[in-house]
């Protein structure tokens, strides 16, 4: 079975300042690697993904994560946050051999403060 | 091109009621997936349909049914409400043949059952 780990409930930052959210993955066979975001009252948006290739992968908005399997690690970075960045982040992983099941951590709500 | 789309945004029932989700996918989409997010939580698959058939489901009763239309459209019905029923449900659609293992999500319908 497979499982997502978000051991950050809650992760405020001030405003430019730098921020990880971490995320572990327990799974007995290989899998893809998704960070999502979801704001106030809005469903859930692909940040980014991790597919295959290099481990680490960027988005448009500046934001990384770094696939490590050593470490059944996928953790989210940004060097300098912004207000807008507020939101609920989730961490999901998708079985390579499975229907298109995607299993979701509990997610890290960040707060920036000005 | 048009996004995910679900009615109704919010939905009061009482216990024991049944209850009926609309989602319409994301064009050019053939899979539906739907997931109960609970307050506070990630969330959770409830199942999977791809051509009008159910093709994967999680660890929900089966008073959770859906059903996929020939324009990949998709609802889900829910029987014998409970108070833990109350929950934001999702639904993404994506196309497994496209080969970017991308779920797109709606806004999500509140569901509040009392």
């Known amino acids: 079975a497979q499982s997502v780990t978000q051991l950050d409930s809650q992760v405020p930052v001030f405003e430019e300042a730098p921020v990880e959210l971490r995320c572990n993955y327990s799974s007995s066979v290989s899998v893809y690697l998704f960070w999502y975001v979801q704001y106030p009252n809005q469903g859930l948006q692909l940040l980014l993904k991790y597919l295959s290739g290099s481990t680490l992968v960027k988005s448009i908005n500046g934001f990384e994560a770094e696939f490590n399997k050593s470490q059944t690690s996928f953790h989210l970075r940004k060097p300098s946050v912004h207000i807008s960045d507020t939101a609920e982040y989730f961490c999901?992983?998708?079985?390579?051999?499975?229907?298109?099941?995607?299993?979701f951590g509990p997610g890290t709500s960040l707060s920036v403060i000005p | 091109e048009t996004g995910v789309t679900q009615s109704p945004t919010h939905l009061i029932k009482t216990r024991g009621q049944q209850v009926t989700l609309r989602c319409s996918s994301q064009?050019?989409?053939?899979?539906v997936s739907w997931y109960q997010q609970a307050l506070g939580q990630g969330p959770q698959f409830i199942f999977q349909y791809y051509r009008e058939e159910e093709n994967g489901r999680g660890n929900f009763p089966p008073r959770f049914s859906g059903l996929q239309f020939p324009n990949y459209s998709s609802e889900l019905n829910v029987n014998a409400l409970e108070l833990d029923d109350s929950a934001l449900y999702l639904c993404?659609?994506?196309?497994?043949?496209?080969?970017?293992?991308?779920?797109?999500f709606g806004p999500g319908t509140r569901l509040t059952v009392t």
């Open positions: 999901a992983v998708r079985m390579k051999t499975s229907y298109d099941k995607v299993i």
């Open positions: 993404a659609s994506s196309s497994p043949g496209q080969g970017t293992y991308e779920q797109y």
């Open positions: 064009s050019g989409h053939n899979t």
